[in-house]
């Protein structure tokens, strides 16, 4: 049992759609970290799920009904949001949506958000027609600028057999953002930062192509922990298979050249680019228009040329952002590291050694050593990729100081 929100009061604030029972799981969760969890339903929650299953797992009495006399104690709930560190709105319904962004108070669950005042995260799960509704849009939009941190809801099958967005967001991002909320330092906040991730993908012909087996994880978790921390984030995204990460601008591309038009067209609004993606050196000079057919060849020579050095390119742009390029390097690590600082003209190398056994390309943990224009070298230690992330984040958040 893990102990990160050990100690930690939150509320969960339940709402009537089909994802409710969801909510007794992420209740389970929140316990199993220890937190200390008290539910409170909206007015029509316990259509879908019971207030005594919610009570029997928490251990604590439901605040459901505003008036009925008995079944709630709510100057107790009253008294526990005052102490509360959080509250979860999970499943958050179209209906309890609008009341929370307008400030009605007809539910148990619409009561408490107005008289609590402290940080508040929201999980929206509907049907992908009534989240795309403007109402609804513009509803989450005003709880966002005050501040509630919203979950996005996923893409998938919906209850009802619709395709689209609306279902609710994995329980696990519900819980990484309710921890990121407790313990953030929005350091960031009112910063623009574009990151690239992933591969690129130069074809050959219409199936074949040259790549290398990038999995975007460690870009992927630098823009997260940008995000977590304020920032606004772009990220431009090479063929990747993770999950689209929510509050995240994601630009899709493939080849190099399609990154560089990214990258391109959203460096001049950012104020920190970060490239971690491992783009092409070398693309095919023709695209076969046909697959190419063996042809009783016993050997082939394709003809290469350079593709765009994206970093060069934008680094020769540059007004006043700050700019981390990432080299991948099986030798001479730190010296490649330092000629391509000076090379590119950037401020930070993050040399990652991919020859290393069980680390880099496809793994979750990465070792890396930090180069900086002033000619210091940190070596960071193996750690989990989001960990590597928090502390490149921290070392950019010095040098923006300094
Ligand atoms: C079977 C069923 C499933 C529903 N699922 C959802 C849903 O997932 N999201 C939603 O916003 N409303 C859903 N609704 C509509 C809400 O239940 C309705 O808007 C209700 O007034 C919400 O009340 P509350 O916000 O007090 O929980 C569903 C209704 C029914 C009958």
Not at 14 to 27: D, M, P, R, S
Not at 249 to 276: G, K, Y
Not at 288 to 296: L, P, S, V, Y
Request: net charge neutral; with cysteine.
């Amino acid at each position: 049992m893990s102990d990160s929100l050990s100690g930690k009061s939150i509320l969960l604030g339940v709402c009537g759609g089909i994802a409710c029972y969801k909510a007794v799981e992420l209740l389970r969760m929140l316990m199993k970290e220890g937190a200390e969890v008290s539910v409170v339903m909206s007015g029509n929650a316990d259509k879908f799920v019971t207030p005594l299953t919610f009570q029997a797992l928490s251990g604590r009495s439901v605040y459901h009904n505003t008036f009925e006399a008995g079944s709630s104690d709510s100057m107790d709930h009253i008294a526990f949001a005052k102490k509360a560190d959080l509250l979860i709105v999970a499943p958050a319904t179209a209906n309890t949506i609008a009341k929370m962004a307008n400030g009605l108070a007809d539910s148990a669950l619409s009561n408490l958000f107005l008289a609590y005042d402290g940080p508040v995260v929201i999980a929206p799960a509907m049907n992908s027609v009534m989240f795309e509704h403007p109402a609804v849009k513009a509803n989450i939009a005003l709880l966002k600028e005050r501040g509630a941190k919203i979950v996005d809801p996923e893409e998938g099958e919906l209850a009802c057999g619709a395709v689209g967005t609306g279902r609710l967001a994995d329980l696990d991002d519900i819980l990484f953002s309710t921890r990121s909320v407790l313990t953030r330092n929005l350091d960031f906040t009112g910063l623009q930062v574009l990151v690239t991730a992933g591969p690129t993908r130069e074809f050959i012909d219409p199936v074949r192509y040259i790549s290398n087996p990038s999995s975007g994880k460690m870009g992927y978790a630098i823009a997260e922990g940008f995000r977590d921390r304020g920032a606004k984030v772009d990220l431009v995204s090479g063929p990747v298979s993770l999950k689209k990460p929510s509050g995240i601008e994601i630009f899709n591309c493939v080849t190099a050249s399609e990154m560089n038009d990214w990258v391109q067209r959203r460096f001049p609004h950012c104020d920190i680019l970060v490239m971690t993606a491992a783009v092409g050196d070398f693309a095919p000079k023709t695209i076969q228009k046909e697959k190419m057919k063996k042809g009783g060849r016993q050997s082939l020579n394709l003809e290469l040329h350079a593709t765009v050095d994206i970093l060069k390119s934008v680094a020769q742009k540059r007004t006043t952002q700050y700019i981390a390029g990432f080299a991948a390097e099986t030798e001479n690590l730190i010296e490649s590291a330092k000629e391509k600082l000076v090379a590119k003209d950037v401020d930070m190398i993050v040399a990652n050694d991919i020859s290393a056994p069980g680390i880099g390309f496809q793994s979750n943990v990465n070792q890396v050593s930090l180069v900086f224009k002033n000619g210091t070298v940190e070596r960071l230690p193996r750690a989990d990729k989001r960990e590597i992330a928090d502390t490149l984040i921290d070392r950019i958040r010095g040098e923006l100081k300094a």
